[in-house]
């Protein structure tokens, strides 16, 4: 019994230590996409991403009899339909990362103090 807790801790232990250095790179990343990319993105990326989010949609709708039995709708939905709807709709321009570029306002923002 005490092997096993001594074992469990020093596994907690080691896991951590991995771990915790990692943590502190993790915040996010301001993409600043070039023209090229945001152009890419408008004309190619953009419509077959909207084509995959149909399909999705279609697959979702014909498969939900089936998912809905299973009990896993709702993460049918996630993987068919939002998360190629994020990816298409919420994600600025250019960007690889999905969700909305946040306004960093600065101290000598004027329009920031209104």
């Not at 039995?69 to 999905?98: Q, S």
Request: glycine share 10%; charged share 15%; with cysteine.
């Amino acid at each position: 019994m005490r092997q096993t807790l001594v074992r469990w801790i020093s596994i907690v232990v080691a896991t951590a230590a991995f771990v915790m250095p990692t943590a502190g790179y993790s915040e996010t990343v301001e993409e600043k996409p070039s023209a090229l990319a945001m152009t890419g993105d408008a004309l190619f990326a953009r419509p077959v991403l909207f084509g995959i989010t149909v399909i999705g949609s279609v697959v979702y709708v014909a498969s939900l009899p089936f998912s809905a039995l299973g009990g896993n709708a709702g993460e049918a939905a996630e993987t068919l339909v939002i998360g190629p709807a994020k990816t298409t709709f919420v994600r600025c321009l250019g960007c690889t990362r999905v969700g909305r570029k946040e306004k960093v306002v600065t101290l000598g923002d004027e329009s920031a103090q209104n």
